[in-house]
């Protein structure tokens, strides 16, 4: 079994498409065992995305990132890292595979729906970012 964090990002909150993801993560055998819904202020962000602080795009990616609430999950599965990271689709919704996450509801290579963790230390540093072990349920 393996954990992963995953954030509804504000345009798809904003696009009330929450239970439309989650659906998908149960369809493909994902179990959901923490989440809640949260407003992320300016440094919570900057934090959140520090390995992305040299990037041109940095600054537009933490003031969009706290435009609106987003919903954070953490996910738990076989292999489920992978799993989600398929269920997403590629980061630039224009390269994404069809019937992806990203390819039908992205608008932007920024405003791109769903964050997922990428790999288990990324992953365990993310879910311990918005969650603490009690609130994780399995
Ligand atoms: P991910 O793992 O697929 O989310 O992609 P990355 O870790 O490379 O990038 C993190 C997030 O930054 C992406 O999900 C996008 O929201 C945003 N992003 C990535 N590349 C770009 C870019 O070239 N321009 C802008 N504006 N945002 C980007």
């Avoid at 795009?57 to 738990?76: D, N, Q, R, Y």
């Amino acid at each position: 079994m393996q954990r992963t964090l995953s954030l509804i990002k504000p345009d798809g909150v904003a696009k009330n498409i929450i239970g439309e993801i989650i659906k998908r993560f149960e369809g493909a055998g994902i179990r959901v065992v923490a989440m809640k819904k949260l407003h992320l202020s300016q440094k919570q962000a900057e934090g959140f995305y520090a390995v992305h602080k040299e990037r041109p795009f940095f600054k537009s990616l933490t003031e969009f990132m706290t435009s609106g609430p987003i919903v954070a999950m953490v996910l738990e599965g076989e292999d489920v890292i992978a799993k989600n990271r398929k269920l997403m689709g590629a980061t630039n919704f224009k390269e994404a595979e069809e019937g992806t996450i990203r390819r039908e509801f992205a608008t932007d290579i920024e405003k791109n729906v769903v964050h997922g963790s990428d790999a288990p230390e990324t992953a365990a540093f993310e879910i311990a970012y918005f969650f603490s072990t009690m609130e994780i349920v399995g």
